[in-house]
């Protein structure tokens, strides 16, 4: 999803008010880890582009108890409550009934509401039945949220200055709603602040290794009213800088000084950004795209990653102008006919050697006639370990035209782990070596 | 398809102990919606399994009011308290001090957890640092639940009647310390009903074409109390039959019959079971498990899957014995060169055909000294199809010494999506062309 900043109108806004915001999922099939729940986490997304702070994040059961408490728990903590899910037609869903009942509004017929209702059906050559008529009641008083993908009108309430917004939980239809009238009426109706995030993304080094060395800048950042956090993640770790503040401007101004300072601490781990609303670039990327910059090719010799990094840039498209294939030599016989690995190697080094992984790189780059090569042999595990050469021992070796170089690791146990993170490191090796190229 | 637990007659039971749980999430990270709350979806699950009620989820941010403030509403509905993330070494992770500090406990070091934490570091060389030591501290009187996959130790404590168990956020240390401590001792202490899953595995064919067929079977379950849930899943679709009931052996029975009559339905696509408690095996397992039975083994040309095939085979601990390698052929040349593609294919019927996979099939097998090969080639998109050969045409090719058969498919227009139903397709092909031979 790309979100973008351009979306605000870009103007000194004064901090009226700090809005504080609840989203309150309703259904059986979210408690019992039946369905995993992507609506709170697109709302968030949504009201953090818009500087609406998510305070709070609840589930609850299709049960008339468990709603109401939770909305009373939400009107203590929040402006507004955004609640999705139990508005279908079906005798479980109970949203709406208690919706009611919680703002003393009876149901009443709403005519809009029961025209698009029937249109739909007729749309689809079908009568409208009771059950659905049902659907075109709506509280008494409330601000009717349009549907435009389905037939369960979403309803805007207010009680004790907290805003309620009830929502279908079919996610195409929330997401409508919330596109084409929720968010615009939040903005048309409130003075809102920014907040601004960057996220510094790094290969290399554990969390705690960084945070020790950058603990002094770390304890600086509280009087910029800059937040950091630590979000590790398959061999990374994004470190996130937000804030929140009347001037967009000075929140990057003041951000960006910070990345500087930051960047002088630990340039060599630092792959790329995470720009505000947009999506992390994946080092597959970055690489794909220095690549495609120089009109230049890659190909791969993989043991023990398997063709998962061959996957990787796979995935991307538009992979063939960059990619020119792999070959996965998972046995010594394949190392030394498909790759003419000397099979003296794996007698004296083996195959978990700097010597081998070079002959791979040197090898692969000229069967391919690639720009560069790239070639991992190591110990995934969890069998296959000794003293001297343990489980999550890897050779990486890169190759150009030029030269070959070859880098030692000591990753852990787990299989699935030593292939993550050898990828990546395989990967932020690759793209520091392209860049030194001339 | 909504499988809901507390519709099931759990009056009719044994049901000594009815447990209540509460899973909190802390972390920022979940409140701006920059990740998806998985941690919650497979507690639950876990939790469901073992009949334990789930009656509320909650997110909060790594505030210490906010943390407080969940415990005790946690406290009021649920026996058991779930709570993942904020247990970092680092700043921004305050769930210790504030659990700590809720039950008026002191932190104390814990000489088996720092034997735990530097004995990781010492394994990967490196020093253990203030940050990590600080991680050695509980709060007195905890039960320390072991971390088998990194340095923050889970918590046990109770209050008021309520058991509070803290675990990290990173979801394959959370998944193993319930599955080696949690789950285990909460079985143990607690005397709960039996919940009995068996899901069946399918692939080739959509949600809505099985529910057609098994229309008159779905419809009798009812009476035996078996609920079932379509769960589609990267072109296959997972049919799981759950009931709940005081004897395990009749459940099991009941399930056991009904399967039986399913298979009867849909036995082409059924792949494979899915055992309660255990993990689903996968298409890649279970073809790996045949070879390995047979002391068979398979070679891989991989064109338009660009690798991920031969990752799934190699993400399998002992991948060697039976997966000699594989060639990821990108471009024509390496088609030709690699795997002698005759050069004059892609000039008539082009490398996405019947006789480009057969060639690659064919000589991969003789290149790899293999039982069996497989090739794919395809246009995986987004661009790159023609009106006669659209974005998603994919053909498949398995061979072995005696023979060579070749598949096609026409998938949709996603890349991703048609990597993975490319793998799925071709794995299940090659599970039945295993099976046929003598």
Known sequence: MVLIFSNFTIKDTVLRNNMKAEILTIGDEILIGQITNTNSV???????????????????????????????????RANIVFITGGLGPTKDDITKKTFSNYF????????????????????????????????????????????????APGMWMKKNDTVFISMPGVPYEMKAMMAETVLPKLKKENTLPFIYHKTVLTQ??????????????????????IKLAYLPQSGMVRLRLSTIGPDLNTLKKNVDEEIIKLSALIENHIFGYENYGEEAPTLQKIV??????????????ESC???????????IPG?????????????????????????????????????????????????FNSDYALSVSGI??????????????????????????AFKFIFGDNRQRNIVMTASSALNLLRKFILKQP
């Open 288 to 301: 794909s795209d220095l690549l495609r910059d120089k009109k230049q090719t890659i190909a791969l010799a």
């Open 42 to 76: 697109w709302i968030a997304q949504e009201l953090n582009m818009l500087g609406i702070t998510v305070v709070h994040m609840a589930s609850v059961s299709d049960d008339e108890t468990a709603i109401v408490n939770a909305f009373d728990a939400a009107i203590n």
């Open 204 to 225: 290399g080094m554990g969390e705690s290794a960084i945070a020790e060395i950058i603990e002094d800048w770390e304890n600086n950042l509280a009087a910029k009213k």
């Open 319 to 367: 992979a063939s102008e960059i990619f020119k294939g792999a070959i996965v030599p998972y046995t010594n016989t394949a190392k030394h006919e498909l790759l003419q690995v000397e099979q003296k190697l794996f007698l004296t080094v083996g195959a978990v050697s700097k010597e081998c992984v070079e002959q791979l790189a040197v090898n692969t780059l000229k069967k």
């Open 380 to 405: 995934a595990g969890p069998s296959g370990g000794t003293a001297e050469k343990p489980v999550g021992l890897v050779w990486i070796a890169i190759a150009n035209k030029e030269k070959v170089q």
């Open 305 to 315: 990653t398997g063709g998962y990094i061959a996957s990787l840039f796979t995935s």
């Open 104 to 151: 003393n509004a009876k149901l009443i017929l709403d005519e809009n509401v029961l025209k698009i209702v029937s249109s739909f059906f007729i749309k689809r050559g079908r009568e409208v039945g009771e059950i659905n008529r049902q659907q075109a009641f709506v509280p008494e008083g409330c601000f009717v949220i349009p549907n435009p993908n389905g037939t």
